[in-house]
């Protein structure tokens, strides 16, 4: 019962300090922007940004779903095809040399090169955004899971070399559990930037679905409540995905988290 309590009061105060930052945010957004003297067609006040969310709640929440859907989506696909990858590198080194190099060149180029040529090629759905999530999510897996699997404990393989283990005992019992703090790593990085992706594709589809697309639509009209209206709920939707992963990865990757309990 008292560790309950413990846990219970452990975890509320672990959300005081980001409540506290928020709420200074918005209150030097609220009244600094009075008393500094910005115009409102520049800068609009926050309650004036919740507001239109809450009047038009129906309108964001559905094209706020598709934008979650094709990143989520995007997110699972590149981070699968990213670590299997990285064990078949692990297993065949000629696929690194081979692979490598095409990854880092889908890398160093600008997403705003090819998101327009995925949406000529695959249309205006759903496919092209989530190719551009997947392809941006993809290589910060891949090289933080092959590092993960390649840098394991000596003294733990020479023990799985002593009783005879097979590699793919190796894989399942030691690269694998090796990895996943590697690969939540990347995750922290990757997810967010999955969001972008895919608000990216659709704002170069000049769709109708989607936050990207309703950015598309208001900063050519010039709408500063609806820009920062899907910023701010790109920034939620973002911060909820990196929260439910934060618990995921304490429930799979508990031993790293010991020192800080």
């Not at 209150?27 to 006040?45: A, D, R």
């Not at 239109?52 to 989520?72: C, D, G, M, P």
Request: glycine share 6%; net charge neutral.
């Amino acid at each position: 019962m008292l560790k309950f309590k413990w846990s219970f009061f452990k975890d509320m105060n672990s959300l005081v300090y980001p409540f506290f930052s928020f709420l200074t945010i918005f209150l030097l957004w609220e009244f600094g922007i009075k008393y500094i003297g910005i115009p409102e067609y520049l800068i609009p006040k926050p309650t004036e940004v919740i507001s239109n969310i809450f009047l038009n709640f129906k309108h964001f929440s559905l094209n706020a779903f598709y934008t979650l859907f094709e990143s989520v989506v995007g997110f699972l696909l590149g981070s699968i095809l990213g670590m299997l990858l990285a064990i078949l590198i692990l297993f065949n080194r000629n696929l690194e040399r081979i692979l490598l190099p095409l990854a880092i060149l889908i890398k160093v180029t600008p997403i705003i090169a090819y998101a327009p040529l995925l949406v000529i090629w695959f249309g205006f759905g759903v496919l092209p955004k989530i190719i551009i999530s997947a392809l941006i999510v993809f290589f910060p897996v891949l090289i933080n899971a092959i590092n993960g699997l390649k840098l394991v404990d000596q003294d733990t393989k020479d023990f799985f070399d002593s009783i005879s283990a097979s590699n793919f005992e190796m894989l399942i019992k030691l690269r694998m559990p090796n990895s996943l703090p590697y690969v939540f790593a990347a995750f922290r990085v990757t997810l967010p930037m999955a969001i972008v992706g895919a608000t990216i594709g659709e704002y170069f589809s000049g769709g109708d679905k989607g936050l990207g697309s309703l950015i598309f639509v208001a900063n050519y009209g010039l709408d500063l409540d609806t820009l920062f209206s899907c910023a701010l709920i790109l920034a939620v939707i973002s911060l909820i995905l990196i929260l439910c992963l934060n618990y995921i990865e304490k429930k799979m990757v508990r031993w790293t988290f010991l020192d800080y309990s």
